[in-house]
């Protein structure tokens, strides 16, 4: 198989009977992902068809000729317990299809099934472990979208054909928020920070309002929020309702009544025990 026939990468890092990070990449930029790269994992995933290709040719960059045309799938002996990493191949389709349903007749791709204690070493180890990290972190952003939109049925307003897999129970959607959470904070040493993913996305409620996201983590204490935002037309009318109010005589605006358009915010503290990710077994 030849570089330039992929159209289509599966990442992927299992530990154990979890897994933690799968991801699938399409060239015509449909996008599926589920994990964060820690335990335990939590049931919130999402897929979005033919959506940004900007996620595509990024990951594809990093792919090297030859890791296309050299498969290898390589097992421990003795596994007790489990550490996969792979990343696999798919291209040209026989039934005109190139995204979920495409029938894909070539194939390619790197895989290791280890024992978390193995001594082996190989180059490409290092590969899918860089690999993976930056699958995760070029759609950070866009995950977060996808556990918003699981917690608090809001939608992203750049998502067009996205599905997201939810949460039966409010307790199990704030049990899959602060697993999410946890992760991506125990990843701040590699760069990332749920403040700079999460601030200032945008959503619509189930009213058709619009709201920008304010995500604040004080001293490892997370809060999310949502703030409503007002166009130059409703700024106006409700500048007009205030002058109206002022002038009636019945009517008396203290300074104590105060509006507040903020959502409740939900503070998330991060876990005493960090969970554990895939790459801490190779330190």
């Not at 995933?45 to 390589?74: A, F, H, Q, R």
């Not at 007790?80 to 390619?108: C, D, I, Q």
Request: aromatic share 10%.
């Amino acid at each position: 198989m030849k570089k330039h026939e992929v159209e289509l990468m599966i990442v992927g890092v299992n530990m154990g009977k979890e897994q933690i990070l799968n991801m699938k990449i399409y060239k015509d930029g449909t996008l599926c992902r589920s994990g964060c790269g820690g335990v335990p994992t939590f049931s919130i995933s999402g897929m979005t068809l033919e959506g940004d290709k900007k996620y595509w040719d990024k990951l594809i960059s990093l792919i090297d000729e030859k890791i296309v045309e050299t498969p290898i799938n390589y097992q421990d002996e003795n596994i007790s317990n489990p550490l996969e990493y792979f990343v696999a191949f798919y291209g040209v389709s026989n039934n005109g299809e190139t995204g979920e349903r495409a029938n894909w007749t070539k194939t390619s791709g790197v895989r290791f099934l280890l024992d978390n204690n193995t001594s082996f070493r190989h180059p490409l180890l290092g590969f899918l472990d860089h690999f993976a990290i930056q699958s995760a972190e070029v759609t950070n952003e866009w995950f977060f979208d996808i556990v918003m939109t699981a917690v608090y049925n809001l939608e992203p307003i750049n998502f067009k054909d996205t599905f997201v897999t939810v949460p039966k129970t409010e307790g199990e959607k704030q049990e899959a928020l602060s697993r999410y959470v946890n992760q991506i904070m125990a990843n701040s040493p590699r760069g990332w920070d749920i403040v700079k993913i999460g601030n200032g996305r945008k959503y619509k409620n189930n009213e058709g309002k619009e709201l920008t996201s304010s995500v604040v983590n004080n001293a490892g204490q997370v809060s999310i929020n949502f703030h409503e935002v007002f166009g130059k037309n409703d700024i106006k009318a409700a500048n007009k309702s205030l002058k109206e109010i002022l002038e009636t005589d019945n009517n008396v605006l203290t300074s104590t009544e105060k509006t507040d358009s903020k959502q409740k915010p939900t503070p998330i503290r991060s876990e005493k025990k960090p969970s554990k990710n895939w790459w801490e077994f190779w330190k």
